[in-house]
């Protein structure tokens, strides 16, 4: 699986928030196998968008879509408890 570079006001987010190495952890699991237990991985309503989220702790969960076979990018990491 290949994942697109993180944007820039993602990077800071996960900076601020002293994730930066758990979402690293995470993002090599992604990357081994979308299924993998600790993540988590659950797509998203409505199905059609195909968008997924998984687990980089607890608290925080990343957004990503499929752009196409084999790729993905993360598009939003947030609180998963706001």
């Known amino acids: 699986m290949k994942i697109k570079p993180l944007k820039v006001r993602?990077?800071?987010y996960l900076?601020?928030?002293n994730l930066s190495?758990?979402?690293t952890k995470q993002i090599k699991?992604?990357?081994e196998n979308i299924s993998h237990p600790s993540l988590n991985t659950e797509?998203?309503?409505p199905k059609d968008l195909n968008l997924y989220s998984?687990?980089?702790d607890h608290k925080?969960?990343?957004i990503f879509g499929m752009i196409e076979v084999g790729e993905i990018e993360v598009v939003d990491i947030n609180d998963h408890y706001q």
């Open 15 to 17: 900076t601020k928030r």
């Open 60 to 62: 925080y969960r990343a």
């Open 21 to 23: 190495e758990k979402y």
């Open 29 to 31: 699991l992604l990357e």
């Open 10 to 12: 993602l990077a800071k």
């Open 54 to 56: 998984f687990r980089i």
């Open 43 to 45: 797509k998203l309503e």
